[in-house]
């Protein structure tokens, strides 16, 4: 009976490590869930609602807990931020996923990015929030919003089904598969390339994205290589028309 015993527990410890989660498959998870028709618009900001990214995790993982930094000043006074010589201040969070840990931290600022000098506690529970979604996407939601880029990558089951779809709809006789790549809207690149180099709002930028969302996928069907130029030369043509913005 003692053996048995000692049996079903070493059986039991190896069923419970091998379902531990990992950084990894948290990160494949949540990466892969679209964004894009929840980004919200401030001014020149791009972010998502504390509450929507807040619920996509509870959908995924409802045992996670979030914690936010406390701070007591010299006269033993206790503080959700933390505050520096200048007035400013910067609070911080920790997100908890079955034992896996991701910290954050954000300055309390204004509109245009800039840290805000003895800022309100609205102010202050505002960037709470922001900093909740910041450390959200260390974990993959919505990362890429926070890399200065607003476009949306490709679900990997897109992916999956667009091939699904070739081996269905083989290419004719004579064409192979890589033949595909060749095939390249020249004209519609022509445009992208000459729009950029036009372009002078953020807003104008994105909405040339998402009014030609269907030309971009289908241009990363036929060459990846050329999608993935263009949409590098969005994100740094993105992040100068912000600086071009803050400098003014």
Request: charged fraction near 30%; aromatic fraction near 10%; hydrophobic fraction near 35%.
């Amino acid at each position: 009976m003692k053996l048995r015993l000692n049996n079903d527990q070493s059986i039991l410890k190896e069923t419970t490590m091998a379902k531990e989660l990992t950084y990894k498959e948290v990160w494949d998870t949540l990466s892969n869930v679209d964004c894009s028709e929840h980004i919200e618009k401030k001014m020149n900001l791009s972010y998502l609602s504390w509450a929507w990214a807040w619920g996509v995790l509870m959908e995924h993982y409802p045992d996670a807990t979030f914690e936010f930094g406390a701070f007591t000043t010299a006269d033993d006074t206790m503080h959700d931020a933390m505050f520096y010589p200048d007035g400013s201040a910067s609070v911080f969070v920790t997100i908890s996923i079955q034992g896996l840990k991701r910290s954050m931290w954000l300055p309390v600022m204004d509109n245009r990015n800039n840290a805000i000098s003895n800022p309100t506690s609205r102010q202050i529970s505002d960037a709470k929030m922001r900093c909740l979604v910041k450390c959200i996407a260390m974990f993959g939601l919505g990362h890429y919003i926070f890399a200065g880029e607003d476009l949306p990558s490709e679900k990997k089951e897109s992916g999956s089904a667009d091939k699904r779809d070739d081996t269905s709809n083989p290419p004719p006789s004579g064409e192979s598969a890589e033949s595909k790549e060749d095939v390249v809207d020249d004209k519609f690149i022509e445009i992208v390339e000459t729009f950029i180099k036009d372009v002078e709002t953020v807003e104008s930028l994105e909405k040339f994205w998402t009014d030609n969302k269907d030309e971009f996928k289908k241009l990363k069907t036929t060459s990846e290589e050329t999608y993935n130029t263009l949409i590098k030369s969005f994100a740094k043509t993105k992040a100068d028309l912000k600086k071009e913005t803050e400098d003014e």
